[in-house]
């Protein structure tokens, strides 16, 4: 089977320029973000250029491609207005996405603010329901978080509870983080095949859509999030390949959101794909 790998790109020069950029790189899955990620309006990208993407994407077999949610988005705030913008915001990104196939959305569920953890959960599961029926097909994607400050999803338990609130459960999934979980306290470099048994018993793996894979500057369960460089931080390296040949992972998008350039994400797929093969 092979390696689904790609690393995240700028949108500045348009949508099949990424897809170009991703070829030169040896990658055939990217991740992007529609707007600057601190937040602004997003530059609608012309017809051709989508479809330039998607030829690229069905030429060159490439996986789903993810876009990203803007740091500055939270589904859970409670200030109301930050809340509206970012349900305005996420409906106007998904609804984007649409045009390009089994593309997926993925977003932070954000951060309680002192609101507690069931309140941060259920307000996360509004914003979704709120949101999902302004596209037609686009799946968003819940990510795991390290669990610093009053982050939600620091646990599979807490992923499991918003999307049992969500009521168009087929739209929605995860992507799970490695420095992410490592941080929130999953050993995932060690024990790979343990944490999928736990995400499976708690949310399934059905819902497993995309893998962030990144080191972490920090020691397990340090609920911090800093990333890596592959082979550089707490996860070791034959741990991180374990990880991407699993065959529950391998299949999805692999995206590397490490501290990188270009080069520097060229030369990590190169490295990953020499060690699993999968050249």
């Known amino acids: 089977m092979k390696l689904n790998l790609g690393c995240h790109l700028s949108v500045s020069g348009g949508y099949t320029k990424m897809g170009e950029t991703a070829l030169s790189i040896g990658a055939n899955t990217f991740q992007f973000f529609t707007r600057n990620p601190r937040g602004g309006s997003v530059k609608i990208p012309s017809d051709s250029d989508v479809s330039g993407l998607i030829k690229i994407m069905q030429e060159n077999d490439f996986a789903p491609i993810i876009a990203h949610a803007p740091y500055t ?98 739209r929605v999934g995860v992507c799970l983080d490695t420095c992410h979980v490592h941080d929130g306290g999953y050993d995932i470099s060690s024990n790979i095949d343990t944490v999928l048994d736990a995400f499976d018993k708690t949310i399934g793996l059905n819902k497993l859509k995309a893998i962030h894979l990144n080191d972490s500057k920090n020691p397990l369960g340090a609920h911090k999030d800093r990333h890596e460089k592959i082979g550089e931080g707490n996860l070791p390296l034959d741990g991180i390949v374990k990880i991407i040949t699993n065959p529950t992972i391998c299949k999805l998008p692999i995206v590397l959101e490490t501290p990188n350039d270009l080069d520097g994400y060229a030369r990590e797929i190169t490295l990953l794909k020499s060690l699993t093969g999968k050249m």
């Open 73 to 170: 988005f939270n589904p859970c705030a409670a200030d109301e207005g930050i809340r509206d913008y970012t349900k305005r915001t996420m409906a106007e990104d998904m609804k984007l996405l649409d045009k390009i196939p089994n593309a997926l959305y993925n977003f932070h569920p954000g951060a309680h603010v002192g609101q507690g953890s069931d309140v941060g959960i259920a307000k996360t599961a509004d914003t979704l329901n709120s949101i999902l029926d302004k596209s037609e097909k686009t799946i968003a994607l819940i990510e795991t978080m390290a669990g610093k400050g009053t982050e939600i999803g620091k646990t599979f338990e807490e992923i499991a509870s918003i999307i049992e609130k969500t009521e168009n459960k087929a």
